[in-house]
């Protein structure tokens, strides 16, 4: 089991150096879909770096067996490195706190935070990003879901209610 655990986290390894080499390149519009594009071609990687052990062949159930465990180790690793990259690039109170940190005094007065960052602005700029994941369309004058806006929504909001947590993004 062990090569398949170590195949996985070298992998992901080489799946981060490619995403960082990627993401400083000219500007990337999806990059969701360029990050599973990246791990898709770096699971053929793992493939080949797992044949190299030979510790059990695939023709067995227990080299299947490693095998999958590693692919799972590294699409688990794949999915954490995407909530992070989303955190990250998409929370408002990551936005405020690094915002807050890059001050001299680490600090802000209400009013000086909500001159940096208008709500009108923000919401423009969410409104945007879900139109350009598919999320929601333009109509007129107003904005109306997608299916897959509506997918997600039903989601998220089964999970909040599941959770019970409190309203807001």
């Not at 080489?14 to 990627?22: D, K, L, Q």
């Not at 898709?40 to 023709?59: C, E, K, M």
């Not at 680490?106 to 409104?127: I, S």
Request: with cysteine; net charge positive; hydrophobic share 45%.
């Amino acid at each position: 089991m062990l090569p398949g655990i170590l195949c996985a986290f070298a992998t992901f390894v080489v799946f981060n150096i490619a995403v960082i080499i990627r993401f400083h390149l000219p500007h990337v519009g999806h990059r969701l879909k360029t990050m599973t594009a990246v791990w898709g071609v770096l699971l053929l990687l793992y493939g080949g770096l797992y044949s190299l052990f030979r510790v059990a062949p695939l023709t067995s159930g227990e080299g299947i067996v490693f095998f999958l465990n590693g692919v799972l180790i590294y699409l688990f690793l794949f999915l954490t490195y995407c909530y992070c990259y989303f955190v990250s690039d998409h929370s408002l109170s990551v936005l405020y706190m690094m915002t807050l940190d890059s001050l001299p005094d680490k600090r802000m007065t209400l009013g000086d935070l909500q001159r940096r960052f208008p709500y009108d602005e923000l919401l423009r700029q969410r409104l945007i990003d879900l139109q350009n994941n598919g999320f929601l369309v333009m109509e007129g004058d107003g904005y109306r879901l997608t299916p897959k806006g509506m997918r997600q929504a039903r989601i998220a909001g089964a999970l909040k209610r599941f959770l019970q947590l409190e309203p807001g993004g």
